[in-house]
């Protein structure tokens, strides 16, 4: 099958679910730095960069841990409305909240664009920039799904209205207030069922990854955290066992060694049906933007296997400007529109 062939020849139903960690905001930073220069943190330097010094040096030792989400459980734990609490809590929302991404082509933008309104991004991060990438490329086409499930700054949520929208945003039907979500929680009481905005989001997480139609799975910078127990248990019974999903493809985005990642996500992957990748440009993303499910579907179609091959399409890495890049995937736009 031809680059040619393989743009025109579209699927319904087969559907790809990317979940993204604090590694793909920080490659794409690393690629396209934010437009002010400001740095992206990890939980290991996290306290340095946001500049939490000053708080932090003032606990006790029995609060005090290298990693910010285990030191904050603790310091929740002595005391959820102290005045450490709630001004870390600003802070980590200013921190994040002024991030902006430059103008040029980014990781996210290349990633929105490379999915369908049937694919679906679950994110894990705080910063804007997916949502960012989102809203500067909605109206050249149809976008996939997001769900936010650990909050995120760029995002409001209405209890009455049970919708979401942009923080601090008024609904224009009901003019109800898009409050901003909550982002820091202890890691020992992650109860997501007690937040109805972050219940919302995991329960359309969880019905995304038990589908039958759900064929492709990318983790893209997520590390499984020990901090995130409860997380990848929900995944984990959503999915089911890598005997059930024996079909499904797994897709492992991360400068980790490819060893070290197999086996954190083993319970997931069925014998060999998982791909590797140091960049987002390495991943089946990339190579064959916004038809992954028809690449998927390919190997079961009833040719040889030389016509079932399907030569790759993958994103050009040299473009400028948005407007090039829209310029570039316009032929597959073109295709779903028809």
């Known amino acids: 099958m031809t680059r040619e062939e393989g743009i025109k020849k579209t699927y319904p139903g087969v559907s790809h679910v990317v979940i993204l960690g604090a590694g793909a905001s920080i490659a794409t930073t690393i690629r396209n730095p934010e437009k002010s220069g400001k740095e992206l943190p990890s939980m290991n330097n996290f306290i340095d960069v946001v500049g939490l010094d000053d708080i932090i040096e003032t606990l006790p030792d029995e609060v005090q841990d290298d990693n910010f989400e285990k030191l904050y459980s603790n310091l929740h734990g002595q005391n959820p409305e102290s005045e450490e609490i709630l001004e870390i809590q600003r802070r980590v929302r200013d921190y994040f909240s002024d991030m902006e991404l430059p103008e040029e082509p980014t990781i996210y933008d290349y990633l929105i664009l490379s999915l369908r309104p049937k694919d679906f991004i679950a994110t894990f991060n705080w910063d804007p920039f997916l949502y960012q990438a989102f809203c500067r490329n909605v109206d050249k086409a149809p976008m996939p799904h997001i769900c936010f499930l650990h909050g995120n700054v760029a995002i409001g949520y209405s209890k009455a209205d049970d919708k979401t929208g ?60 020990d901090t995130d127990v409860e997380a990848i248990d929900i995944m984990r019974e959503a999915w089911g066992g890598s005997d059930e999903r024996n ?75 948005l407007e090039e890049l829209w310029d570039w995937y316009e032929p597959l736009f073109k295709v779903e529109r028809a």
């Open 247 to 321: 079909m499904e493809q797994f897709e492992l985005l991360d400068i980790r060694e490819r060893e070290e990642l197999r086996e954190t996500w083993d319970d997931f992957i069925h014998t060999h049906h998982f791909d590797y990748g140091k960049s987002f440009f390495d991943s089946i993303l990339a190579k064959f933007p916004r038809r992954t499910g028809e690449r998927y579907m390919h190997q079961f179609l009833p040719t040889t296997p030389a016509e079932a091959f399907q030569e790759p399409f993958p994103v050009p890495q040299d473009v400028d400007t």
């Open 166 to 225: 942009p923080s601090g945003m008024y609904s224009k039907r009901t003019g109800n207030q898009f409050k901003p979500t909550q982002l820091l929680y202890p890691v020992a009481e992650k109860n997501y069922n007690s937040n109805q905005f972050i219940s919302r989001e995991w329960n359309s997480f969880r019905t995304r990854l038990e589908s039958d139609g759900t064929k492709r799975v990318t983790i893209f910078g997520y590390g499984a955290p």
